[in-house]
């Protein structure tokens, strides 16, 4: 990566004191640091926005430079352009990784060692050199290398001070879930041991190409180092969150899969900036920790018992002007987050818990109110059943009536066929009778006549 190497020149500044928005309880440190501007390539050349620098850092301070590329850009985030920042440290593009590690986490592996959970965390934009400061990228091999990170100087750093004992957890948030990438705790002998182990969780963190970025986290991962210290107790944890990037959509032109990714992305880093923003009010309000599995992962590491050092990176070109913007604005407010006493964190968190139970008391009211309506519905559904056999009775009854007058009809008519034909069968046997009759008269007329006729003869 490449220095700058561009002139700015001296411009009107509004400046911000860093004592009129934080401290001596604050739990929180913020530095800023600027990636170099990359020089054009053979196989990409750049934009002049991507060329042009629109922020710079002079002693502790940041300055948003006015631009002339896009007047509306110069008040995007909430920092208008031309506005000098002062934060705990800034580190320009030419500072180099062994410069961060020792400015800004040194003083706090120190408190880190006294007893006091540390915690370490990156925010920015994709593709504005998180990863490669935090050391969670694969080329991070030792403390010891000059490109390293800060979590492989710090393992090495806390190898020199002779702890106890010293275990090791990566965590990633992928899509709203909290994935284990290492197999629990696993304890860790040397830094070598630990860095191996991180390495081993890092193959399985999940990354992918994207416009912005060619090698994007789409998660967020989170590196616990649990130390117990020589003639102490209780064991210690030293966090490191490597925050995914936010993502403008317009920028990416993300779909499908990655779409997805960025939106949980965004969801989970809008939440964050609500915590910090409730934090940071001058007295303690509900903490919308639960509003998101990040922040409820991080819960302890802002407002919480933790010293933190807040690490806000910006890509530092014109073509990045609205997301630097965005993200010196994050790390202003992250100035004015304070450690609240033990009564009133407890106020806060009893808050928090009545919130919680009233959003469960409502749901359960509703989940009670549907379950009375499928009674009600269970019950006319019985009445309609009932309803229905009663009505196919009053059928079946009236079914079997008339079958009852068919069959008796069918009877009669049966019978009075039976005395149709008997009466005929009479009738014809009486017809019979008579011409037998009427015969029989005619035979004996002719018999009478025969022997009248006999007798007339012999006479």
């Known amino acids: 990566m490449l220095n700058f190497g561009v002139s700015v020149a ?60 896009d007047d509306d850009c110069s008040q995007r985030g909430g920092i208008v352009g031309g506005t000098r920042t002062e934060f705990h440290h800034s580190f320009g593009s ?168 960025a939106k949980a992305i965004n969801k989970s880093l809008l939440t964050l900036g609500r915590v910090v923003a409730a934090l940071a009010s001058a007295t303690p309000t509900f903490v919308p920790y639960r509003d998101d599995p990040l922040t409820f992962l991080l819960r302890d590491v802002i407002g919480g018992d933790a010293q933190t050092l807040l690490l806000a990176c910006v890509a530092g070109n014109e073509a990045s002007r609205a997301e630097t913007a965005s993200t010196l604005a994050f790390a202003k407010r992250a100035l004015a987050v304070k450690r609240h006493k033990p009564s009133g964190m407890l106020a806060g968190r009893l808050r928090s818990a009545a919130e919680e139970a009233k959003r469960r008391i409502a749901a359960e009211a509703e989940a009670e109110k549907l379950r009375n309506m499928v009674k009600q519905l269970q019950v006319t559904v019985e009445l309609l059943q009932l309803q229905i056999a009663a009505s196919s009775q009053t059928v079946n009854a009236g079914t079997s009536a008339i079958s009852e007058q068919a069959n008796d009809a069918a009877t009669y008519t049966k019978d009075q066929i039976t005395v149709n034909a008997g009466t005929s069968a009479i009738s014809k046997q009486a017809n019979d009778a008579a011409t037998y009759t009427k015969d029989q008269i005619t035979v004996n007329a002719g018999t009478s006549a025969i022997s009248e006729q006999a007798n007339d003869a012999a006479t």
């Open 10 to 69: 001296t411009v009107p500044t509004h400046t911000t004191d860093i004592s009129a928005t934080t401290s001596a309880n604050s739990p929180v440190r913020v530095a800023v640091r600027i990636r170099p501007i990359e020089a054009n390539t053979p196989g990409k050349l750049r934009s002049r926005a991507e060329q042009t620098p629109c922020i710079e850092a002079t002693g502790n301070s940041i300055v948003l430079l006015p631009t002339h590329v």
């Open 94 to 261: 030419a500072v180099s990784q062994q410069e961060v590690f020792d400015s800004a986490v040194v003083p706090l592996l120190a408190t880190f060692a006294s007893g006091q959970n540390v915690a370490i965390m990156a925010y920015g934009q994709t593709g504005s050199g998180k990863t490669y400061t935090m050391g969670m990228g694969m080329s991070s091999v030792s403390g010891s290398d000059e490109s390293s990170g800060i979590i492989p100087r710090a393992l090495e750093w806390v190898f020199t001070q002779a702890p106890s004992k010293v275990t090791i957890e990566l965590a990633e948030l992928y899509n709203g879930k909290v994935n284990t990438l290492t197999a629990g705790n696993q304890h860790a002998a040397t830094a070598a041991d630990a860095l191996s182990l991180l390495q081993t969780g890092l193959r399985r963190r999940q990354t992918a190409a994207t416009n912005a970025n060619a090698m994007s986290s789409r998660s967020h991962a989170v590196f616990t180092v649990t130390v117990l210290w020589p003639g102490q107790r209780k064991a210690t944890k030293l966090r490191f969150a490597d925050l995914a990037g936010s993502e403008r959509l317009a920028d990416t032109q993300a779909e499908g899969k990655r779409l997805a990714e």
